[in-house]
C-alpha cells in the first residue's frame, strides 16, 4: 500500500521593481515610463493605464509637496499591484479629504480612489510612504468592496 504525501503549494509568485526618482520636474515622466515598460513586461495586464496614472499621481504629490528625491517601488503579488512612493517628509497628506482641490491639491487621491486604489499611509522617522493597492483582477474604476 502506498501513501501520498500532498505537494506544498508553491509560494505566491512576486515581482518587484524599484527606482530612485530625483526631485525635478521630470520625475513624473520618468516614474511613468519606467512603470509602463517593467508593468508590460512583468504581466500584461489590463490596468497598467491606470497604475500609470496612479504612478503619475503620487510621484507628482511627493515632486510638488516635499524638497527631496523620492522612490517609486512596484511590487506585484497575487494578482495585486502594491505602488509605493517613499519620500523625505513627514508631512502627511490628506487621503481622505473629498473636495475638488485648491492651491495645495486635491484631486489627485481623488482620481487613485475612483479607479479602486486602496490608500495607505506608512509614517517613519524622516519621512513616510504612500501605498496605493489595485486589484489587477478588477475592471477599471471598481472596487471589491462596492
Sequence with gaps: MS????????PPTTARCAVAL??????PSLARRVSENWLK?????????DAVLVVSE????AVRHTSGP?????????????????DHSEDLPEV???SDGDERGGL????????????????????KTVHV??????????????
Design 22 to 27: 530625483p526631485h525635478s520636474r521630470r520625475a
Design 70 to 86: 523620492c522612490v517609486l517601488t512596484l511590487t506585484v503579488r497575487d494578482g495585486r499591484l502594491d505602488i509605493a512612493v517613499a
Design 41 to 49: 513586461a512583468t504581466d500584461p495586464l489590463d490596468r497598467v493605464p
Design 3 to 10: 501513501t501520498t504525501t500532498p505537494l506544498p503549494s508553491p
Design 96 to 98: 481622505h479629504r473629498r
Design 108 to 127: 489627485g487621491m481623488g482620481v487613485i480612489r475612483g479607479l479602486g486604489g486602496q490608500i495607505r499611509l506608512v509614517p517613519a522617522i524622516g519621512g
Design 133 to 146: 493597492l489595485l486589484d489587477l483582477r478588477t475592471a477599471r474604476g471598481t472596487s471589491p468592496d462596492r
Design 58 to 61: 503620487l510621484v507628482t504629490n
